[in-house]
Structure formats: C-alpha cells, structure tokens
C-alpha cells in the first residue's frame, strides 16, 4: 500500500515501529507532487530541505531519541504563514520571493514537533477569495475535477491533502477559508475557537477574524495537528491562556462512542435555507438522520441576525484588512516598482501597490478604507461591529439550548473556475454558512457528509461549538466519520477520480 | 529661511488676543519598545534595535509593554488626570516611510488618562492653571534623513534614509485644551509649562527629558482672536521646538507674524509650521485640516487595557511630591533667598542638594559646594556635576570643615581627590595627610621660628599692634602648609609674643 494514502496518525505508527522512515515517507509524497501538481497546482513552493529534515528526524529516531507523535509526518504549509528558509507571499504578486526571517509560531511548533514541512501550499491573494483563483500564481484545481474549484482561500491546503499529496496542511480561516474548501474537496478542516492558535506570523487578513488551523483526511489527524499548534502564544495578544485538553483524544473517543445520547444538536434555521443546492441539502438531512438515530436530540434554533452576518463580514473584513495591508508600500520588503521617470516616495509607493496587488485585493482595500473613513464610520464599521455583537447573542442563546450547532459547510458543491469570478456578491455568498463563527470567535468543522447526487460532488457538514469547546466538534465529528465510513464502507476520497493513468491502480487498492 | 513680516509684540496683543494649546510628546525610557522587545535605545547603528514589528513585517505582531503602561498611568496621575479602567489602543492610518506599518497605533477615543490640570508659575510668582483634555499612549516613529537638496527636508531631497531603531518607542503625548487669558504672558507661559512637564516626568524617572535629543518635543497651537471679535483664529501647529528657549522664540514669532498678515486682512493657513533654531523663525510645513483622516479603528491585535483599580491606587500612592509644591517646600526649608534658590534650579542640581542637606549638610553649605567648586570642576571636566561626586561625600566633606578637620583651601583638594577616585573624603584626608594640625606642640615651634625670624614684628606686637601678627600668622600657615587653623595660630602668636622675651 502506497505510503500516501495513509493518515498521519497511520503514517506515525509506521514511522514509530520503524516499518516505514520519514525518509521514504517524504520522499512519496514528493513523488506524488511531481505526479499530479503540475495538475493540481497546490503548491507554491516546495522546501528543498525537506529530505534533509526527514533524514535528520530518522537519525534522531535511530538514537533512541523519543519524539512527538506526528514526527516524521509530512506537512503543508499556507502560504499565508511565515516560514525560515521559504518564500512567503499569501498568494500575492508583491511578496514574490520574500523570505521571511521568522517563522510563524505554528510553523515553529510544527518544527519542534519534528513534521516535515513539505512546501507552501497555494491560496487566494491574500486570504481574498473563495476559490483560489484570486491567487497571483494562478488557480489551484480541484482533485475531483480539475474544471472545478478547490475552494478558497486555503484551495492549495486542502487540494494537497484531498489529491494525496500530503497527509495533512495548515490553513487559515477568515471566513471560511478551511471549512468551505475542506467541504468542495472531501476534506477535514477546522478553525479552532479564536484566540486558542497563534496568529503570530500569519499574514493578516483581518486581525479580529483570522485562526490559523488543521486540515486532513481525517477527524484524527486533525486533532493530532491542532494538539500541536494550539496553546498560548506571548507574541499574540490575542491568545488565550486556557489551557487545552487533548483534541486528540476526544477525537478517539468520539470514533469509539456507541451512541450520540444524551447530545443536543442545533439546527440554524438560517443556515439550513431553500436557495442551497439540492444535493447538499440532501446530504444534510442524512446527517441530521443518522445523528438523531444514533441517539442525538435534533433541535431546531434560530439565529435572526445571521442574516446580516455577511453584509456585517464585508465591512469588518475590508476594513481591517485596508490597513492590515499598508505596509506593502515597498519600502522595506517585497516587491518595488519605480515609476516611470522616477518620482516621490508616494510615487513609488502608488505604482508598486498597483502592480502588486490583484483586482480583490484593491477591492476590498477601496471597500475598508470607504468603510473607515470619517463620516462613515459609524454608520459602516460601528454598524457592522454592533451586527458582531448581535451574531454572539444569537450564538449564545442558541449554545444555552443545544452543545452543538450544524449546518452545511458551504451552500453549493464546487463550482467552475471562472464561474464567479466576474461576479464578487455571488462570490461571497458561498461563504454564508461559515462567516458567522468567525464574527463571534467560535470554533467550526467541515467534514465529509457524501457526494451530492447530480453532480457527485462532495458535501460537507459544519459542526459548531461553543468557544473553548473545540473537543466536542472532534468527539462529534470522529463518529459521524466513523459512521458514515462504515455506512460507506470505504472513505469518501477513495471516491475521487484517479489523477492520473499511472496513479490509477494505486489510488483504487490504496483507498478502500 | 525668510524672515516674514512681524506686527511689534505689544502692537500684536493690543489688536489680538492669543490662544495656545499644546501637544508635548515624552518618550518613555522603558528598557524596551512600547510593542516589541527590541531595545528602546535610540542611537548607535542604523536599523539594528528591531524586530519584525518595528520594520511592519507581514505577520508579526504587537505586545504592550506593561512597564510603558505604569509609567504612563503614573504621569497621568501625576498631570491630575482621571485613569480610564479600560482604555484601547487604535491605529491611526496614514502612508508615511518613517511609520513601518503605514498606521500609528495609538489612542483615539479612549485614552489612558484624561481630564487633568498642571498648575504653572511664572517668574514673578503668578500662577496659571493649564487644563489637560488627555494624555494618551502611541509608539515613535523612525528617523528620516534626507540626502542632497539644500534644506534638509523632503522637499527637494535626492533621496532619504530611514533608522527604525526610535520605530516603537513608548510615548505618551499629553494634550492640553485650549488656552485662553495668556496674553501678553503667552510666550513665557509656553516655556514654563513645556518646563513643568519636563519636571514632572523628571520626577517620576520616566524619561530621560533631553530636549535637544528629542526625549521631550513639543507641538505649539497658536491662533489670534480679534479682539472683541469672540470669534477664534485659524491656528498653526509649530513643531521642531526643541528647546524651553525655543518654545518661548517659537511662541513670541507666531505672534506677531500672524498678527501682521491678520492686519493686512490675510488669512492665516491651517499648516503644520517647523521652528528653525538658527534664524529664530518658522517655516510652512504641510497643510493640516480638521477633516484630515485618519481612519481611525480599535486596534484588533491588541486587547483593551485594563489596569486594575489596585494597580492605579499603588501607582498613586507611589508617586513623588510635585514638583511645584516640592520646590515651594525646599526654598523655605533651607531658607534660601530666590536668588539662592534660582541658581540651584538652573543648575540642575536640586537633587544633589537636597540628599546632600538630607544626610546632614547645612543647606547654605550644599549649596555653596554644589553651584560653586563642584559645578566649576564639571565644568572644566564637561560633564554633569552630579556624575563627579555623590551627596553623601559632599556632606562628610562639609562635616569635615564645620568640625575644624578641613579648612576650606584643604577641603579643595580633598574634593579633588574624591572626584579622582581616591575615595571618601575621610580617606582622602589620611591618604594625603591634608588633616589641619592641632598639635600646638609642631604650631608653637613654627611659631617661635617665625617670631625669630622677624623680631620687627615681635616688637609691633608686644607694643600692642595686633594687626601686625598677620606677617607671622601667614609665615606659619604657610610652613604648615595650610593644614593648620588660622584662628588658633593667632591665639598661639598672641600668646607666644606676649612670652617671649
């Protein structure tokens, strides 16, 4: 069985038994890159000292030393995240080969713990988009059909895992950037509670929204990498200083648990709406079945103000992000552009953010400084800030009824690359089921609910949490998988075509 | 730089009624940047005090410094101020090189201290009161230098270079609300306000409050209001104040160059305007307008500061007596004349002379050590006088004279030697052997030698011409090197004349 159709936590006891090196480990899924990425696209980047890395955790394994239980796993990286020794450009044309002198702490985390970052995976400009076709370096493709999209931002994270490339990524969630591309790539992602991961060294989108976290193949493995990067950071000051019971073993509880009695699961009315695709809606309500059989209270509850969630996100986000990307002014980094006959710093500021920064990029700039500026601030910002407040009430009185709430991680299964792109309303629309958690800060999982039936596409189901109780979303999400699986008989990516000829028998033998 | 036209000074306060207002910037001297942990040392090589945040790197991030956040809850209290339970930083967005993440993060709506007042007194004793609308936290900018051109600044440079080391060094910039009623005042009231903040600071030991190194910069507000018009002017904001002289120059212009061009019936333009030193004259800056914007929002990678009503109140009850009412206080201990008092002040050395009173000095002598031998061998040495002796030192030696061991002459030297690093004066004393002698045995055998030696003077005194002593007085001083006591060489010589046959 080909190493890359492992999961980490499988990977990592083959590793720790000595069967398998994270040598031969990095190595196949470098193989698997050179295969199917000049398809794919997920990667920007790829580290160059990754067999150096695994050959030094070998040694190290060798010597008797004992290592974390992901050491010697491979990992992608989110261009968005800052990273020793490899560029970092979030995507964009104006970081083009910026190599940051820091890593990010979940990168410098995931170091500690002896994973071996495999590269820089691809995304949105910026943490700007639902598609990745607002990447500078081109639109990553979706592994279950490269006419489709692979979601957005975190496209490339998920696209790597989903099409075996590596076993599991980072990404960053702002809006939905690993929940909604977990959900078109038959992937697992979360954004954990804001504030439990260090934002130190990711590229800001918008500081009050952004959460750096895992996304796998499986509810385990993103345990076992949240476990890792979680905690509190004194760079951040936004971190908690919670401590964190393992997500690991919640999620190995989950995957054990006979029943669902006893849980409460809250179904948002406003997140379960008649203009979501057919399929989706259809998967969901499977679910919701299958949860209720099992033994879980279905409830349905009502957000009221969710409606204004994304009108709300469209301000807070552009307006955070207008200044969180001034400094890209080409004076101390990143690209420069001198104008034309030369001029004054202003000068070469205006032309290099002009041809630095792709079309939503100055969008959203334009829409955050328009939404900032005086006279319009109160009734744009300070409004949008008062719908935030009204969102947490809503969360609150929902998570007073129920200790989960779920909904479909995205309205629609992926749709074609170019499909939106002329039009950014419908664009942001895709994001309405996961904006939400992001504005009040709680914690949301997408996984794998099926393939939706009139275009085979996958479906993806959010489960929501209370903030601090990021363990009830991997004890919950481990027995869906595990029921679903087993309903199944085989994961949902085994499911997903073969991307190549000389990949086909493998990807068959190696899923089921 | 041009001189503008100028309307005479009482010509300008008899059409015009003056109104301040000031923004002082003090840099805090914190061991770190108000949001990183880079040295807060401005100075040395160009960009080598920084971290990612203070040259605005994608990704990272700023933390508060707590000590930033006592000093700066210290001087509010200490301007009278109310201490907000929960104030918030904001980012204030504008493009400008030497600010590296193109925003400020500051305070807008919600700063740490706010609704104080600073009373101020003029040199002939009149008090003002100066109300203060906030003092609020923010972190520096770097430092430009412009190359080529011929005034130093932008305009016309060929290129600039930026230091970030001064990027993110904690200030706090105290705000005053407008003052009315300085009149002709207005000038003096300027420097002495600028001063009694600089006290206060210094007091606290929150700043290093070097003008000239831009630890303490002021931003003058001056407009003119017609008389009788109750209408206000237009006001300038001058900047580059770098000294308590400057303040008063800077104030005094503005005067009577807004005076002038208001006469004519000109309109005065709401700009930022740059004091130059050299000329005593300022120059337009950039247009400033109220609806300049600066997009304020609360800075979402930090979390509101809340320092806690405990913290506050031990701060309070920390804080060191003001310095107005410390200096009213000493001058009427230590009885000094104002003359005695002023020339203490201006030689920065109150402190010295108070520790020096405080471990058992006469303030009459601290004084007169201090300001007079102490302050010229600083003055020789060029460096501050307080760095060549401690107070404790100066008090033993001013012991050492009261009790009749030193004579002033040999207190000099052993001053000297202290100052070289001989030690404490009584060390000094034995190691170069400078103690006046008392043993009347070795004074009377100088004195019958001398006596001897001029048996003209002898005569003088035996006939009862005391005054004639003196040769002989001095001859023996002069023998014992002056480590023997004038008074009881003259007894001894009155004695010896009056027995010797």
Known sequence: MSLIYLSAAELSAKLGSGEVSS????????????????????????????????????????????????????????????????????GSRILEGWIPPYDATVVSRLRAANLIPLGKTNMDEFAMGSSTEHSAYGPTHNPWDLERIPGGSGGGSAAAVAAFEAPIALGSDTGGSIRQPAAVTGSVGVKPTYGSVSRYGAIALASSLDQVGPVSRTVLDSALVHDIIGGHD?????????????????????????????????????????GF??????????????MEEAGAEIVEVSAPNFEYAVAAYYLILPAEASSNLARFDSVRFGLRVNPAGGGT???????????????????????????????????????AQKVRTLIQRDFDAAFAQVDVLVSPSAP????????????????????????????????????????????????????????RADDRLYKLGATLERMLEEKWGHTLLSQAPNLTPTEMFAASEGAV | MAKAELMDFDKALELFEPVLGFEVHVELNTKTKMFSDAPNFFGGEPNTNITPLDLGLPGSLPVVNEQAVRYSISLGLALGCSIAESSRFARKNYYYP?????????QFDEPIAYDGNVEVELADGRKFQISIERAHMEEDAGKLTHIGGSTGRIQGADYSLVDYNRAGVPLVEIVTNMIFGAEKDAPELAKAYVSAIRDIVVSLGISDAKMERGNLRCDANISLSPRGSGKLGTRTETKNVNSLRSVERAIRYEIQRQAAILAKGGTILQETRHWHEDTGVTSAGRPKSDADDYRYFPEPDLLPVVPGAELIEQLRLALPEAPAIRRRRLKEAWSFTDLEFQDVLNSGLLVEVEETVAAGASAQSARKWWTGEIARLANIAGVDASTLVSPLHVSELIALIESGDLTDRLARQVLEGVVAGEGAPHEVVDARGLKVVSDDGALIAAIDEALAAQPDVLAKIRDGKVQAAGAVIGAVMKAMRGSADAARVRELVLERAAVTE
């Open chain 1, 277 to 290: 695709q057919d399929g989706v809606k259809l998967r969901f309500h499977e679910s919701l079945a299958m």
């Open chain 1, 234 to 274: 004194p760079r951040d000051s936004t971190s908690l200083k919670d401590t964190w019971p393992s997500f690991a073993a919640a999620a190995r509880a989950g995957a054990t648990a006979e029943s669902l009695k006893g849980l409460r699961v809250g179904v948002v009315k406003q997140l379960d709406a008649p």
């Open chain 1, 23 to 90: 040598v031969e480990a990095t190595q196949a899924h470098l193989d698997r890159i050179t295969a199917v990425d000049g398809d794919v696209h997920a990667f920007l980047h790829i580290n160059a000292e990754a067999l150096k890395t695994a050959a030094d955790v070998d040694a190290r394994r060798a010597a008797g030393e004992q290592l974390g239980e992901l050491a010697g796993v491979p990992i992608a990286i989110k261009d968005v995240l800052c990273t020793i020794g490899m560029p970092s450009t979030a």
């Open chain 1, 412 to 467: 629609t299964t992926a749709f074609k690359l170019g499909e939106k792109i002329d039009d950014p309303l419908a664009m942001y629309l895709n994001d309405v089921t996961t904006i939400p958690a992001n504005l009040a800060g709680i914690p949301g999982m997408g996984l794998p609910i099926g393939l939706a039936p009139e275009d085979g596409l996958p479906v993806g189901l959010q489960i929501m949490a209370p903030a």
């Open chain 1, 345 to 383: 710093v202003e000068d070469v500021m205006a032309a290099t953010r002009g041809a630095g920064f792709g079309a939503e990029v100055k969008r959203r700039i334009i829409l955050g400084t328009y939404a900032l500026s005086a006279g319009y601030y109160d009734e744009y910002y300070g409004s």
């Open chain 2, 98 to 106: 030497d600010t590296p993440k193109n925003y400020q993060i500051s």
